[in-house]
Structure formats: structure tokens, C-alpha cells
């Protein structure tokens, strides 16, 4: 049996915890909208006791739960370590692009559209994204 490198235990110890403990989130699709779950999502993470930094998300409006809200992730001025992408399937190889030119050191994916309803050929252009862009896939 083969052990793994220390380097090794260590990278996989870093994607992990950008994912498990996050020090700054993204929340990409935010909405005020409590009967969606943009919305069930936002309101559970700005009031669920999480300590990091949270950065509200969308194109569409310039406040949500009176918070500040970005259109875009490039445009927030600090680190994200986590992106949560609740965003319509069709756009998500977008979005998974900007988190890329980010830096984002992991994402969850909140969205339906993928393999679970025979589009496998958006599942794999999102894969393929991530193995590209070293922040996202290591």
C-alpha cells in the first residue's frame, strides 16, 4: 500500500478546509426571496452564526436584507475562499470562470439542469473548468 506525501495530505488538507471552514463566502444568486432556495440559502448564512466574511451576489439588485450586494464576484475587493453557486445550470460554466479569475478556493454547485437530467455535456464543460483552473481543482 502506498502512503501518501506529506505535501500531498497537506494540499488535500487545504481544498478541504476552504470548503468545511471557509474564513470568506460568496453567494452567488442571492435573493431576499425566502420562498426559493436563493433565498432560504441567504437568509440561513447571514443568520446562521457563521463568523467569516459573506458577500452577497447578483446582477440584479444593489441590496439584499439590507446587506450590499456585488454583481459580479470580480468585483469584490477582498479573498473568497467559497463560492456557493445557486445560479440557473446554463450559467454556471460562466460563473465557474469568474470564481476561477477570482481565486476561489472551492465551490458548491445549488442548481439542477446537469447528468441528473441527461445533460452530461454541461456537467463535463463544468468539471473541465474546474480541472483548468488550479484554484478551483488541485
Do not use: C
Not at 37 to 59: D, E, H, K, Q, W
Not at 77 to 93: K, M, Y
Request: charged share 25%; no cysteine; net charge positive.
Amino acid at each position: 500500500m502506498k502512503l501518501l506525501s506529506d505535501d500531498s495530505v497537506k494540499r488535500t488538507y487545504t481544498q478541504i478546509k476552504a470548503i468545511m471552514q471557509p474564513e470568506s463566502i460568496a453567494i452567488i444568486g442571492a435573493s431576499n426571496k425566502i420562498d426559493t432556495i436563493n433565498g432560504i440559502i441567504t437568509r440561513n448564512a447571514l443568520t446562521g452564526g457563521y463568523l467569516g466574511r459573506i458577500y452577497l451576489v447578483n446582477p440584479n439588485t444593489d441590496t439584499i436584507f439590507g446587506r450590499r450586494v456585488y454583481h459580479n464576484i470580480r468585483e469584490i475587493p477582498d479573498r473568497v475562499d467559497l463560492a456557493e453557486i445557486v445560479v440557473p445550470a446554463r450559467i454556471v460554466p460562466e460563473i465557474m470562470e469568474a470564481a476561477a479569475e477570482k481565486g476561489v478556493k472551492g465551490v458548491v454547485i445549488v442548481s439542477s439542469g446537469f447528468a441528473e437530467v441527461g445533460n452530461n455535456e454541461l456537467q463535463d464543460q463544468i468539471l473541465k473548468i474546474a480541472k483548468e483552473n488550479k484554484s478551483l481543482w488541485r
